[in-house]
């Protein structure tokens, strides 16, 4: 079940009250900024990192149980806006803000990051999703570093024959079920020049990772651009069309624009792309 871990200061302003979708960098911002301004938030974490930071604000652990436990979160709690701030492989969560927030008529942006494109240099090979993957690591044994966390880490047991650097934030509670690896526990960024070591000395041939975007994580990309390692990109999920911001900037813009225009859970939404958030 949810729970709440940490409570915010008081002093919240009385005309809104935001959820935060979180477990990314940019969440952590966003709330930081609304803590600065004393707007009440609730920050709220899937569960699958098992020591999530201190926040400003109210953290919320667990799931909502689908779109309907998730509409009845937000008619219960007041909230008056939903950030989306999740991965960008979290499609079934946005998914369902996207539907709770169409359903309710509460105000709803996702903070999100553009997502990576190669440049000179680089040699990726893109793949729909993590069974694409699996399946391009087929032949001879590689050492091959797999910057996917550690959800879909025991998906790779059918290529056996590989030797799997894996690099974790907390240390799993069972070991993966390949049978070659080694497990680095470590919470970044990381700096191109740690990546760029760490590659050296595992003797990495090649790394597999999701195209997260940001420059949290890019790293390891630039890291296999100096070494000449290829990368097995694994392309972004298709989403539903809704509104997107790229910095927490642009989310507080929005705040404001809804707030000077009227109170409560039905404020427009609209506003033009120059002011750093668009429909998609």
Known sequence: ???????????????????????????????????????????????RVGRPKAQPVSIRVGGFGGVEGLICYLRD???????????????????????????TGIAHIALTRPAWVPVAGDRWRHVANVDAAIAALAGPAQRVMLALGRMHVNAFAPQPQHHYLLRFVDAPESPPTLPDHHIIVNRGPFS?????????????????????????????????????????????????????????????????????????????????????????
């Open 192 to 280: 191109i020049e740690d990546d760029m070591r760490l590659m050296q000395d595992h003797r990495i041939d090649l790394i597999v990772c999701k195209n997260a975007g940001g420059t949290g994580a890019e790293a390891k990309l630039i890291a296999a651009r100096r070494l000449d390692l290829p990368v097995i990109m694994i392309d972004r999920p298709a989403l539903a069309p809704r509104r997107e911001a790229y910095s927490v900037d642009a989310v507080m813009g929005w705040l404001d624009h809804g707030a000077v225009a009227c109170k409560g859970s039905a404020c427009p939404t609209g506003r033009s792309a120059g002011s750093g958030w668009s429909r998609r």
């Open 77 to 103: 709690h007041h909230i008056t806006h939903l950030v989306d701030a999740t991965h960008p492989f979290a499609a079934a969560m946005s998914a369902h803000a996207v539907a709770a927030a169409a359903r």
């Open 1 to 47: 079940m949810p729970t709440i871990v940490s409570h915010a200061p008081s002093g919240v302003c009385d005309i809104t009250t935001i959820l935060i979708l979180g477990g990314t960098m940019e969440a952590s911002a966003l709330a930081r900024a609304l803590a600065d301004r004393g707007i009440a938030a609730t920050l709220s974490y899937a569960g």
